[in-house]
């Protein structure tokens, strides 16, 4: 069973822009917070963002912070990360997860539920 499904991803140029979703459709993980990912070809699976429940907190890796944005609509059952200014260096598989905690958190092992990723490729 499925619980958190990505999309969004795609093949762009260095400076674009694109937007990445995530869905709980079966709204069936509670309140939680939702962190994004990316893993590089080669390379282990990093901290990009993560937000808290009602999305009044944010945290961001400083790789990305001021380019990317994640957000929350919990009406919709959906978070987003906003990629602006993309670089070659942003090519990765992201993914999003959620974690049933209140506090935000980077830690990869907290949380346990991941979505199967979106492909991200950057050309210059």
């Known amino acids: 069973q499925v619980y958190l499904v990505e999309s969004g991803g795609g093949e762009v140029q260095a400076g674009d822009s694109l937007r990445l979703s995530c869905e709980n459709p079966r709204r069936t993980l509670g309140r939680f917070v939702m962190g994004w990912f990316r893993q590089a070809p080669g390379k282990e699976k990093e901290f990009v963002a993560v937000?808290?429940?009602?999305?009044?907190?944010?945290d961001m890796d400083d790789s990305v912070r001021g380019r990317f944005i994640v957000s929350r609509d919990n009406t919709k059952n959906t978070g987003y990360l906003q990629l602006n200014n993309l670089r070659p260096g942003s090519t990765a598989v992201y993914y999003c997860?959620?974690?049933?905690?209140?506090?935000?958190?980077?830690?990869?092992?907290?949380?346990?539920?991941w979505g199967r990723g979106t492909r991200v490729t950057v050309s210059s």
């Open positions: 997860a959620s974690a049933p905690y209140s506090a935000l958190t980077r830690a990869i092992g907290t949380y346990n539920c």
């Open positions: 937000i808290s429940w009602s999305g009044t907190s944010t």
